[in-house]
Each structure stands twice: as C-alpha cells, then as structure tokens.
C-alpha cells in the first residue's frame, strides 16, 4: 500500500480538493486497494472545518463527491506516509521547517510532475477554484503516471490479490 497525504495551508480548499480528485483517479484505475489517500493543513486554523463549499460545488461539477474535515500535519503523519504532496513553495518550506529539513526524498510539490512545474494557485486568495481545480487535476494525473511507472510491479501484484 501507498500511503500519500496532499498538503495546504488550511486543508479546506486545495488539498481536500487534490485527495479526492486523486481518489477518483485511483478508483476509475482499479487501484483504490493499493493507496491511502488523506489530507493536511500545514496549519492548524482551519482544524475540524469542513472542505470549503466553493471547492466542494467545483468537485461535484465535475463530478466528484466526497467529504473531508480539516487537520494539521505532524511529523508522525510526514513519518507514515510514503509521498506528502504540497501544493505551493510556501507549504514546502513550512513543512521542511517543521522537519528540520529531513524527510526531502518523499516531499515534493504536486505540480513538479507535470510538464510546466508551477504552484496550485491558492483560490482562497484568487477565488478562481476552477483554475485550482485544473492544476490539480494535471498535478494528480502526472503524479499518478510517475507511481505507476514507479511501481508498476506493485500494482501488478494488486491486482491479482
């Protein structure tokens, strides 16, 4: 199992919006047995918030339900997972701060795996969640192709258990 947490500074807009659009991806691959997908804030601001209802009606528009409440990122949860997905330079640095630099090898951010590496704009701040949405979507898509040519072999096995 691959364990993977997508990152932002609140966890009510981008990263909610990222874990259940890459659930979605993993689930329309069969692959949804081989992941545990979550989600944090790289603060506590928002904790126990649910996903904010502009990137909720952005989701469901494009055809993707889910729910999600909002918490912070610890070093256990940097610990447990195998990838942390952030969504701008700004949550990266806040979680090297956070790690004393360590953990570099399984922090990147969502959109370095596409073909024009950018950050997910904060539509907290531009209010363009369709746009969010958009990068994100390309981020998860390229993210997902880099683990299956990763870890093809492990899927492989997946798939017959």
């Known amino acids: 199992m691959i364990n993977v947490a997508f990152v932002c500074l609140g966890n009510i807009c981008r990263s909610p919006m990222a874990e259940l659009v890459f659930k979605d991806m993993v689930k329309q691959r069969g692959l949804e ?3 545990c997908v979550t989600s944090f804030g790289t603060s506590g601001c928002e ?3 649910q996903i904010y209802p502009p990137a909720k009606r952005t989701l469901i528009m494009h ?3 889910g729910n999600h409440v909002a918490k912070q990122i610890t070093l ?3 610990i447990n997972n195998d990838y942390i997905i952030v969504m701008d330079s700004s949550n990266l640095l806040d979680l090297l701060r ?3 630099g360590g953990f570099g090898d399984k922090i990147y ?3 370095s795996f596409t073909d024009r590496p950018r950050d997910v704009a904060d539509p907290w ?3 363009d ?3 969010a949405f958009s990068d994100i979507s390309d981020g998860c898509r390229a993210f997902l192709e880099f683990l299956l040519k990763e870890k093809g072999e492990a899927f492989k096995y997946d798939s017959r258990h």
């Open 33 to 35: 047995l081989s992941f």
């Open 47 to 49: 904790e126990g918030s």
């Open 63 to 65: 055809g993707i339900a």
């Open 76 to 78: 256990k949860d940097i």
């Open 98 to 100: 956070l790690t004393g």
């Open 109 to 111: 951010k969502l959109c």
């Open 125 to 127: 701040y531009t209010r």
């Open 129 to 131: 969640f369709e746009k």
